[in-house]
């Protein structure tokens, strides 16, 4: 493409549909619709998950439901709806994601406007000197980054002109000028007084008058804050409307000899008019700005137009702006503050409830570079880190109610099996919580943030344990946690809250271990999920017919397809459900049948479905099966306790080496691994 095109090119391309004529909202629905979605259950409700924010290196992980408002809020504005007078408004906690999630939009976008297609175009008058009253300015840009096919509506004064040129220049048809004209809006002030300028010079000449225009496409530099835009809140004093809507320029009034010429107005000195072409702005922290700032938005956001001493310059732009709850409860307060509330569609983000995604953000805090100790040597992440982490977090985000404890309210909310808790039980809570005006009491809207988490993973990276060991082992993950909340959470109820949530978390570890403990022991990473899989095929197959005397069932393995055969140890099941806490026979049948129908679902679902999340079944397996096996050998924690014999010793290098060579573990976290299991430290 030449750098400079003339008006008619430009409007024979969209006419092809080799370039696209929409507005800001048409544009930001097209990417995230044209990308797909994918139905999600997430807390009990079906909700859309949008590909598009799943995508990259470091995407937006969680916030179904923030997400699916933005997409309403969009598709509703872009097929004309109430929403297009209005600005998106991200409320929530600090280090809950909000900031994080309109950059990433805005860099998904400007990669969507990149290519050719989607591509936005606006015009330049060129040959200004000829006029004679420009003084040296030649070149003139729409100051707006008006779209030409906004230059081709408003050619000729008289509406019914510009129709009949449009269909004879473009070859549009009626239905297809009724389409671009659902997006007409006038020229800018400048823009407007200009090209009646050169309609005086040419006589009315329309040949002669499009010689002075140029079409280009619009600078994509994000440095340049064009197509997205951020104004952050600066202090009272610093920040004016200049910053937003610009000012009189000082340069220009010494060319220009017409004092009535706006063109005399420097609006690309504000944020708004480089975003004004179908761009993105996003003001972080609205409400910190002062109230006249405020006040200038309220005129944005309902008019969609810039306004200078009575001149206009409209606008095409999406506006999505950031606050904490602080602030805007403050601002809420102020009950003359009405209006402007009253224009922006609050969305209330919430923490991330859900500790399996979790994982991918307290990846984020952990960092993907390969970290060093400050000797410059590698420094080991313990396998169990980024759990530790995550379920410490989380937990201290779940509001506490009398229908759920802690522990079945994190599983529920991760999509897990809670016992005979169901996933109504969560949305009953959820459901609850909503109804409390404090939105602060709302579900996941208190708890340790991203940020709170990063500082946790920075103070356990400089702590001399972590240096000398060349380690970050995921016990002391705990400690700085603990620490993070004794010297940032100010609130005396929450810090208590907070601190109890993570002796739950250490408990949750503490399984874990054991778990990983008799992985060792067996010598093999999955013994445990094996050994699980195995009591559920027993209580498939106990009452199956083909039983013979020797008690072998053959079944077909889902997974595999392949055929296999069981023996089916009764007293095994037994124990098992015994750790469970099932005395009687008809409580054994009814968690017997509990798990069948679990199985019926998950696996016609998913095949590879372990039952790895039921962390009771998995703790009752452990137990009995790190009890029975090792309690020939003293018990496994007595036998690495006290290693004065060979025997011990043996076992205790064995693991050891398992760990090493098949678990992940270096020889720091693994050793205090096996010295956190001999004690009776966190047991739930």
């Given at each position: ?193 200009i090209w009646e300028d050169i309609r005086a010079f040419c006589d009315g000449d329309m040949e002669r008058m499009l010689g002075f225009v140029k079409v280009i496409p619009v600078p994509m530099s ?156 590698a420094l080991h992440q313990d396998p169990n880190l980024n759990y530790a982490a995550s379920v410490g977090a989380v937990l201290t985000r779940l509001p506490r109610s009398e229908k759920l404890t ?279």
């Open positions: 493409m030449a750098a400079q095109e003339n008006l008619i090119e430009h409007i024979t391309a969209v006419k092809a549909g080799e370039r696209v004529f929409e507005n800001a909202f048409q544009g930001v629905a097209r990417m995230i619709l044209g990308a797909g979605f994918e139905r999600v259950v997430v807390n009990g409700r079906t909700t859309y998950d949008f590909k598009i924010f799943r995508s990259g290196r470091k995407h937006t992980i969680g916030m179904y439901d923030e997400i699916n408002s933005f997409v309403s809020y969009v598709k509703d504005a872009a097929e004309g709806g109430s929403s297009k007078e209005m600005a998106f408004v991200l409320v929530g906690e600090p280090g809950n994601g909000k900031t994080f999630f309109v950059e990433f939009l805005c860099a998904q976008y400007r990669a969507f406007l990149s290519e050719a297609k989607n591509r936005r175009y606006t015009y330049r008058y060129v040959g200004m000197e000829q006029l004679g009253h420009y003084g040296k300015i030649n070149v003139i840009d729409s100051q707006t980054y008006e779209d030409p096919m906004i230059l081709a509506m408003n050619l000729f004064e008289a509406p019914g002109e510009n129709r009949r040129y449009l269909a004879e220049q473009g070859g549009f048809s009626d239905e297809e000028i009724g389409v671009l004209y659902e997006n007409y809006r006038p020229l800018g002030a400048c823009s407007g007084y994000e440095t340049l804050g064009t197509i997205t835009g951020k104004y952050p809140a600066k202090d009272k004093i610093t920040s004016s409307s200049v910053d937003l809507l610009g000012e009189e320029s000082i340069q220009r009034l010494l060319h220009i000899t017409d004092t009535n010429n706006p063109y005399r107005f420097d609006l690309r000195r504000g944020a708004l008019a480089r975003v004004a072409g179908g761009g993105i702005h996003f003001s972080d922290e609205i409400f910190k700005n002062k109230k006249d700032l405020v006040q200038v938005y309220l005129g944005v956001i309902q008019n969609r137009a810039i306004e200078i001493d009575g001149y206009k310059w409209p606008i095409d732009t999406l506006i999505i702006a950031t606050s904490n709850n602080s602030e805007f409860n403050r601002f809420l307060a102020e009950k003359e503050e009405a209006p402007i509330v009253d224009r922006c569609r609050i969305c209330y983000v919430s923490h991330n409830t859900n500790y399996r995604l979790q994982d991918g953000l307290t990846a984020y805090a952990i960092g993907s570079e390969s970290k060093t100790t400050l000797t410059r040597e802690p522990i079945e309210t994190m599983k529920l909310a991760a999509g897990e099996v809670a016992g005979e808790k169901s996933i109504k039980a969560l949305a009953e809570v959820i459901d609850t919580l909503s109804q409390d005006p404090d939105i602060t009491k709302r579900f996941g809207q208190r708890g340790l943030g991203h940020r709170s988490l990063g500082r946790s993973i920075q103070l356990q990276v400089e702590s001399s344990e972590t240096n000398e060991g060349r380690c970050m082992v995921a016990y002391d993950v705990f400690k700085t946690l603990e620490r993070v909340v004794l010297d940032y959470v100010v609130d005396t109820n929450d810090r208590a809250k907070y601190l109890e949530d993570l002796k739950i978390a250490k408990g949750l570890y503490r399984e874990r271990i054991m778990t990983e403990m008799f992985n060792a022991y067996m010598d093999e990473p999955y013994a445990i999920r094996k050994d699980v899989m195995n009591y559920v095929n027993m209580i498939i197959g106990i009452d199956a017919e083909n039983l013979g005397p020797d008690r072998m069932w053959k079944y077909k393995d889902p997974q595999s397809g392949e055929l296999r055969a069981l023996k089916i140890d009764e007293r095994y099941v037994k124990s098992v459900e015994e750790r469970i806490g099932l005395k009687t026979d008809e409580q054994r049948d009814s968690f017997r049948t509990s798990i069948r129908k679990i199985y019926g679902q998950k696996i016609s679902m998913d095949p590879t479905y372990d039952f790895m999340d039921n962390l009771e079944l998995v703790k009752a397996v452990t137990d009995v099966r790190l009890k029975s096996d090792i309690a020939g050998a003293g018990s496994l924690i007595g036998a690495l306790a006290n290693r004065t014999n060979e025997e011990n010793q043996k076992l205790y290098d064995r693991m050891i080496t398992t760990m090493l060579t098949k678990l992940g573990y270096c020889r720091t976290c693994a050793q205090k691994t096996i010295e956190y299991f001999c004690t009776q430290e966190d047991e739930n």
